[in-house]
């Protein structure tokens, strides 16, 4: 099968499109014939070696697949069929023709959504919504501050707090990216190139600042987060785009009664050394379940910002290198 392949960490330059064996199965295991995957920043620091979740050499990047059941492993349980429309999250191994996945973290999907869209949900959509609602606890009525509006996991936090029944306010670079976040649900939209974060922010709010903060940047824009916030606010970390891992000075923590909240999805999944228990893989499901329902309910639009060949992989990651992404580029296998 055809497969992007990564011998040592170099970045997007040590990746090449090669033919490789197709990867066995093991018991729990599913097939999958890939119809599209996602192409996301964590894609580019695990081609560096700079993600927490580190492959062994070599390796294929690539953590959100959709396409269709091919086979399922002897003696695995599920209730899965050869053939079935799915989305499923890995640690790695998805720019490829097929892809071998844990049963757990394979779901299937309505017969509507398109593969390309699927991508979203294993990893963006899923991440989102946990940290929202089971890490953030965000309430109807709430003000959420998204950064990154304009990206996969920023239009994620958009459409899913304004569903949730928050007032989101979001932040991106350019009047584009501004408008791609108002489009799917913000109410208001910074623009951070010309505007004052902070001075927005505390304007919108009336002085009191937002409740809710979803940071997926990191660097500079989460030091305003914290001069922005209201008291007991929850600030969601989700990543560092920026580049740059802020440091929380503890005194604003304890002073405004705040509390700074992680989340690594690859947790849930059971990825690398993680070992989520059973309960908890169980409640992933139910995310999966909300899901769906918000996308057939019109609530979530998956922005899928251009299909490729897998053959054009390098383009991908460096369009998403440079920020000139609004939602996500997929990649195709079969092309």
Excluded at 250 to 267: C, E, M
Excluded at 291 to 304: A, S
Aim: aromatic letters at 6%; proline letters at 5%; glycine letters at 12%.
């Amino acid at each position: 099968m055809r497969a992007v392949v990564g011998h040592t960490f170099g970045g997007i330059e040590a990746l090449a499109l090669e033919t490789i064996d197709t990867p066995q199965l093991a018991v729990g295991n599913v097939r999958i014939a890939v119809r599209a995957a996602g192409v996301s920043f964590a894609n580019l620091l695990v081609a560096q070696g700079k993600h927490q979740n580190r492959p062994l050499l070599p390796f294929t990047p690539g953590t959100e697949i959709a396409g269709e059941v091919a086979e399922i492993a002897p003696g695995t349980t599920t209730s899965l069929k050869v053939g079935d429309r799915v989305c499923a999250g890995l640690s790695s191994g998805g720019f490829a023709e097929e892809a071998v996945v844990d049963a757990q973290n394979v779901f299937r999907i309505p017969d509507g959504m398109p593969f390309e869209e699927a991508t979203h949900f294993p990893t963006i959509y899923a991440t989102t919504y946990a940290a929202l609602t089971w890490r953030g606890m965000l309430a109807r009525g709430e003000t959420l501050l998204v950064h990154g509006a304009a990206g996969a996991s920023g239009l994620a936090a958009v459409e899913i707090g304004a569903a949730l029944g928050a007032r989101v306010i979001a932040t991106a670079g350019g009047p584009e990216k501004a408008a791609a976040a108002k489009a799917r649900g913000a109410a208001h939209c910074i623009d951070y190139r010309s505007q004052d974060v902070r001075e927005a922010v505390l304007e919108i709010t009336g002085g009191r600042g937002t409740d809710v903060v979803f940071d997926p940047v990191g660097g500079d824009m989460f030091d305003v987060s914290l001069r922005c916030v209201a008291p007991l606010a929850r600030l969601l970390i989700i990543g560092f785009a920026s580049g740059r891992i802020p440091q929380i000075p503890a005194n604003i923590l304890l002073v405004k009664n705040l509390s700074a909240i992680g989340l690594y999805w690859g947790f849930y999944m059971a990825w690398g050394k993680s070992q989520a228990d059973a309960p908890t893989r169980a409640r992933v499901r139910t995310v999966f379940d909300d899901l769906f329902k918000l996308y057939e309910d019109g609530h979530l639009r998956p922005v899928v910002d251009a299909a490729m060949p897998i053959s054009q992989f390098a383009e991908a990651l460096r369009r998403v290198e440079d920020r000139k992404v609004i939602g996500k580029i997929v990649l195709r296998p079969g092309e």
